[in-house]
């Protein structure tokens, strides 16, 4: 019996798309789906590159959608549409359901249409395959793993790892970015002090400190990463000029294929809760320790065996509709000391 033509919409940010990897590798494996395609937004697309499970991605920016004119941005979805409906998918799996992908997924053609119950938002009639899905004190590979149940079955927790793919190429470019930068030893640690979020980042002056001691300590070499942002690049310089040791900033200088392939490089890596964190996660290789406030501690836990949360919250105050983020999360993050990470850090095994 020939493969479904499966199109799976994930129009969200780039920590989003690196959860619903193990979603792409079942649909394509358990189904099974003879092309898989995946529309995704804008630069979190760059996380599913050669993802051996995808056949195609296709993009759609919405930030630069967001500064055309009307009929400029209605043109461009109409020509992304009519793409689609060329591929002739027979099955659309819509993972995070939102107005517009509701109306893309049932514009697609497809007969069958999966996603979350979303029928008392009168947009979840768009779908015939409707699943309710338990969130609460469910991580949110969990939650995704639900909507695609009536598809690929019963899943186990170990069945769902994280799954990024760097090249051979991209390995090499990374190691020239390090190398050149004198990054040559080993015992690197990556810091990502930035976020998206105002309220999901931990003091500069703490993330300074717990460098300097790595430093002194084991001897590593500090690299530090953000994104193209202002805000972020700032941080990171802040970060650079508040530690007594060298660093090497390479905060806004990396392309996000760069950013993936250097944190592989990386023994250890100490972050906010942010993409990069994830991705660091997704990659399997460096351990990562991860600073949570509350909310996000059971819907966005790292995902995955080389990472350790370090948080202040509760199972109880994981709820996201009955935190108050900016507020909650924040004087949570704030309860972390330098000396918790250290001491957590010391607990790994690094073989340092």
């Not at 920590?15 to 789906?33: F, H, I, S």
């Not at 998206?196 to 790595?214: E, H, K, M, N, T």
Request: with cysteine.
């Amino acid at each position: 019996m020939q493969g479904k033509r499966i199109l799976v919409i994930a129009i969200r940010t780039i920590g989003d798309l690196v959860l619903v990897t193990p979603v792409l590798r079942l649909l394509k494996q358990r189904v099974p789906a003879s092309y898989l395609a995946v529309l995704a937004d804008g630069l979190s697309a760059e996380v599913l590159r050669h993802n051996p499970h995808v056949d195609r991605i296709t993009v759609i920016d919405r930030t630069l959608m967001r500064k055309l004119r009307p009929w400029q941005r209605v043109r461009e979805e109409w020509k992304i549409l009519r793409n689609l409906r060329d591929e002739r998918f027979d099955t659309v799996v819509d993972l995070f359901s939102g107005p517009r992908s509701a109306l893309w997924a049932w514009l697609s053609g497809a007969r069958d249409r999966y996603s979350e119950d979303y029928r008392q938002r009168l947009r979840g009639f768009l779908y015939n395959h409707p699943v309710t899905v338990t969130r609460d004190g469910t991580h949110l590979v969990e939650q995704k793993l639900q909507i695609v149940a009536p598809l690929v079955g019963a899943v186990e927790r170990t069945d769902a790892w994280l799954e990024l793919v760097v090249t051979r190429e991209e390995e090499d470019r990374a190691r020239h970015i390090l190398s050149t930068r004198g990054v040559t030893a080993p015992k690197v640690v990556g810091l990502v002090p930035s976020a998206g979020l105002s309220f999901r980042r931990w003091p500069v002056d703490r993330f300074a400190r717990v460098a300097d001691r790595l430093v002194d300590r084991y001897g590593v070499k500090i690299v530090l990463f953000s994104s193209a942002d202002e805000e972020e690049i700032a941080i990171c310089r802040h970060v650079t000029q508040s530690m007594t040791h060298k660093t090497v900033d390479l905060a806004g200088m990396l392309t996000l294929r760069e950013l993936m392939a250097c944190l592989r490089e990386c023994d250890l890596v100490i972050s906010n809760d942010t993409g990069p964190m994830h991705i660091a996660v997704g990659l399997n290789k460096p351990r990562v320790v991860a600073l949570y406030g509350a909310a996000n501690t059971i819907h966005y836990a790292p995902w995955g065996s080389t990472a350790v949360m370090i948080t202040k919250g509760t199972p109880e105050e994981a709820y996201w509709r009955a935190v108050d983020y900016e507020r909650d999360y924040h004087a949570h993050l704030l309860r972390i000391s330098p000396e918790d990470v250290l001491a957590r850090i010391e607990e790994l095994p690094l073989g340092w």
